[in-house]
């Protein structure tokens, strides 16, 4: 990576790289790139809320909102207001929705491998752990200006 070139720059050439091409993988299955990160957290465990949602991935709440009552209209999702919280909206994949996630890590699974394929298996490791903790120090709430 040049100095001259922002390590930001660099993230967001690969970012919107990914996004544009997930976008057109996705949308065959009913789906927008917006909608998988979701999907995919609702796979890895259910009865979340939007706004947990919204901070985990650091998304605003109305694209949460609207990203979710999509999948629900798609009948991915289940929507339910949360009894002790009126305004808490929890979210559950519905079996559709479970059938979708194993499409949706091939897709991610086969992007990945096409913009790594010129790493050796050793540098592939190294990026992953190192990009993985510059991510981790820009999640922990550490003041980067510092």
Not at 15 to 31: I, S
Not at 53 to 60: E, G, M, S
Not at 110 to 128: H, I, Y
Request: with cysteine; hydrophobic share 40%.
């Amino acid at each position: 990576m040049s100095a001259e070139i922002p390590l930001a720059r660099h993230l967001s050439i690969v970012l919107r790289h990914h996004y544009a091409t997930m976008n057109e993988q996705v949308r065959p299955l009913g789906l927008f790139v917006a909608q998988v990160p979701i999907l995919l957290r609702l796979s890895a465990g259910q009865n979340v809320t939007q706004e947990s949602l919204a901070r985990h991935f650091h998304f605003d709440k109305g694209a949460v909102a609207r990203a979710a009552r999509g999948l629900e209209e798609a009948g991915l999702i289940r929507r339910e207001t949360d009894p002790s919280d009126r305004r808490a909206v929890r979210l559950f994949l519905t079996r559709a929705g479970e059938a979708l996630v194993p499409e949706i890590r091939r897709i991610e699974r086969e992007w990945e491998a096409r913009v790594m394929a010129d790493l050796r298996p050793d540098e592939r490791d190294a990026f992953c752990s190192l990009l993985g903790r510059v991510a981790a120090s820009c999640l922990d709430g550490r003041d980067c200006r510092e």
